[in-house]
Every structure is written in structure tokens, then in C-alpha cells.
């Protein structure tokens, strides 16, 4: 409807404008999401693989998750799962991410 009526000067149809319209549908996407996740207790944490096995990306990646599930307000103690896409070096027991998250937080 918007784009029938508006003056051909400000139809906002820039790729500006419409990749700023998807971070803000994104925002209250996950902010809805988190609602109903913040009334549970547990979290889990399901992520695609990475093909690069290097230590200091598994660590990154690792610090990103948990800097992530706390930064939404999320307990990381209640982190009660991991689930990586068939990539060994994500979900590696000694050495991967999954490792690296349970540090702190067995």
C-alpha cells in the first residue's frame, strides 16, 4: 500500500532502508524469543560447523557464545546443551568449542 501512494521521492525502498528494517524486525524477532526462553531454566546452544580447526578460532567463536547467552541475560550455568552441525572440531570433547564453553561452566 505504501509503495502505491507514496510520492516517487520517498518510497524508502533504498538498500539502506531495507537492510535497516531487517535488523529492526530482527531485534523483536529475538527479543520474543528470548521471552519465552527466559522462562525456562536451561538453555541450549546449536550452532553450524566451521571447517577451520585453528585454536584461536574455536576460542573466539566460544568466547562469542558465551558472551552472547550472557549478554541476553541468560545464566550460563544453565547452559544444558550443545549441539553442533557434524563438525568434530566444533563439538570436540577435549579441544573444541563445546570444551572451551564448559570451562567455566562444567
Known amino acids: 500500500m505504501h509503495l ?3 510520492a516517487k521521492n520517498a ?3 533504498s538498500w539502506n532502508i531495507q537492510n535497516q528494517l ?12 528470548l521471552q ?6 536451561f538453555v541450549s546452544n546449536i550452532a553450524d560447523e566451521v ?5 584461536m578460532v574455536l576460542r573466539i567463536i566460544a568466547d562469542k557464545v558465551t558472551t552472547s547467552i550472557i549478554g541476553y ?3 550460563i550455568n544453565n547452559l544444558g546443551g550443545q549441539a553442533y552441525d557434524g563438525s568434530g572440531n566444533m563439538a570436540g570433547i577435549s579441544k573444541g568449542t563445546a570444551a572451551i564453553i564448559k570451562e567455566p561452566t562444567p
Not at 36 to 41: E, M, P
Not at 51 to 55: G, H, K, L, M, N
Open 73 to 75: 541475560g541468560l545464566d
Open 4 to 6: 502505491g501512494t507514496a
Open 51 to 55: 571447517t577451520d580447526s585453528a585454536c
Open 36 to 41: 519465552k526462553v527466559k522462562k525456562n531454566k
Open 11 to 13: 518510497l524508502y525502498t
Open 22 to 33: 531487517i535488523h529492526i524486525n530482527g531485534e523483536q524477532m529475538r527479543d520474543h524469543i
